[in-house]
């Protein structure tokens, strides 16, 4: 980009236009208004979220762009590396913006989903007219109906959230090493765990009809090893969001879409011609991914090519951090596994560096080469007297047979460099040299197609494992 419309983007990036003061304006007064009237009539828990969600929007987009140059003083910044002109800094960790006033939507949208509740414990069995005594009240003759283990849901999500945006934030101030910061989501993760021990309590997974005749029953209780299960979930989810990064837009715009994916899984329960089951557990999905799309939608205005902001760890985290609050308190997280084909074949596609077997540079964001204005991969080198171990050298020639790797080999047959791990330089290792917007959108869209297939396997083939699938209509009975 010519360096006049970079300094533009640099010098501009503080103030709001008059047109876009003028519709975060118009955006917020609507949904104060809409807001109002959900109050004064039973409370509408979705259309409360859904204004709630426009105020955090409109609250996100313009914080993003007031406190940039603060954020630049205080250090956080940096400069984008696949950009021909870099000179001039950009502000990071923006993504604490964004769970910041996340967090505060969250905990005033509170009430709205426990309004009925709230009506039926203080004013007499819902009658707004009927007034009860406080000694009444106080001798739990009400109190007792009020849905507890539902608000207790509420604030074990809310503390995860906050734990984890608080360990997002220390690892971008602190710069945390990989081998630290893995295992940091497992601590935030703990309120969940408790609540699901205490509320839900069920560790049995439906065996395939292929095996039933085997183990002789059609659940399989697996014990604490669930617990263990999701402990490891809750580790990979924040993790994998933050593996697939290096590029403008791709950690907001995957998140988005894996977001929209599950609201879409989320509304198949809602159009059901029944009362289903699980309506509840997907409302309350529902009421969390809303306000994430809020906040996350105007980041990404902001991140996506070429990006005026950085998000950080911090959203990467917090992003993942919400789609396992979601999937575990939700009781979904099979589901969400299907929606993170891209994540799981990124991270055993990086295992290898990861893990030490082949050498890892701090960055492996693609390589922009500033001739062509074009990403290529990125390399990693290797020295003549540093080779890889023959097992390992087999195993990454193997990987270039498959168009796995690309490999560059002196005259020796020793080798020069090989592409990085990531799902970023091998996408450009089968498509080519390409736009860093262009190569978004692709990843982007591949993610979506993937997401959908996930959900057509879960509500179609696995009938064919399965004696049933919980949407009726789409194919079983519940």
């Known amino acids: 980009m010519p360096a006049s419309v970079q300094s533009s983007h640099s010098s501009h990036s503080s103030h709001l236009s008059r047109i876009e003061t003028l519709y975060l304006s118009a955006l917020t007064l609507v949904c104060i208004a809409v807001l109002i009237e959900a109050f004064k009539g039973e409370g509408e828990p979705l259309i409360a979220c859904l204004a709630l969600s426009g105020l955090a929007f409109s609250a996100t987009y313009s914080m993003i762009r007031w406190l940039g140059p603060t954020f630049i003083k205080a250090g956080l910044k940096g400069r984008d590396l696949s950009k021909s002109n870099n000179s001039h800094y950009l502000p990071e960790c ?73 360990l997002g934030i220390s690892d971008d101030l602190f710069d945390i090493r990989w081998r630290h910061k893995f295992f940091i989501p497992a601590f935030a993760s703990i309120p969940l765990l408790v609540i699901y021990f205490v509320d839900f309590g069920v560790t049995s997974i439906v065996l395939p009809t292929f095996l039933q005749p085997y183990v002789g029953r059609e659940l399989f209780d697996l014990g604490f090893l669930y617990y263990g299960y999701m402990s490891a979930f809750c580790i990979f989810s924040p993790n994998s969001i933050n593996i697939l990064a290096g590029i403008n837009g791709i950690e907001v715009s995957q998140s988005i879409v894996i977001a929209l994916l599950i609201v879409f899984n989320d509304v198949l329960y809602l159009i059901t011609p029944y009362p289903h089951p699980a309506t509840d557990s997907h409302l309350f999905s529902l009421y969390f991914l809303i306000p994430f799309l809020g906040v996350s939608f105007p980041l990404l205005i902001h991140n996506w090519y070429p990006a005026r902001v950085f998000v950080g760890d911090t959203y990467c985290y917090f992003a993942g951090m919400v789609f396992v609050v979601v999937s575990i308190l939700g009781h979904f997280s099979k589901t969400l596994i299907l929606l993170l084909i891209p994540q799981i074949f990124n991270f055993v596609y990086s295992a290898p560096q ?28 290797w020295e003549k007297d540093k080779q890889p171990r023959p097992i390992v050298a087999q195993a990454l020639q193997m990987l270039a047979r498959f168009k796995l790797l690309r490999i560059k080999e002196d005259k020796q047959g020793l080798i020069e460099e090989t592409s990085n791990f990531t799902i970023l330089n091998l996408w450009l290792v089968w498509r080519g040299p390409m736009r860093e917007d262009t190569l978004a959108i692709e990843i982007t869209a591949m993610q979506a197609l993937l997401g959908l297939f996930g959900l057509f396997v879960r509500h179609r083939l696995a009938l064919l494992i399965f004696r049933e699938d919980n949407l009726s209509f789409i194919g079983g009975a519940v």
């Open 94 to 166: 923006m993504g604490g913006v964004c769970a910041a006033v996340y967090l505060l939507i969250i905990i005033v949208f509170i009430p709205f989903p426990f309004y009925k509740d709230i009506v039926v414990a203080t004013s007499g069995g819902g009658n707004r007219d009927v007034v009860m005594n406080v000694e009444f009240v106080q001798k739990g003759r009400l109190l007792h109906k009020f849905p507890h283990n539902k608000l207790a849901s509420f604030l074990s999500a809310i503390i995860s959230l906050q734990s984890i945006t608080l």
């Open 354 to 381: 990861l893990f030490g077997l082949v050498p890892c540079p701090r960055h492996r964001l693609p390589h922009f080469n500033a001739r062509t204005g074009l990403l290529e991969p990125s390399v990693t080198k």
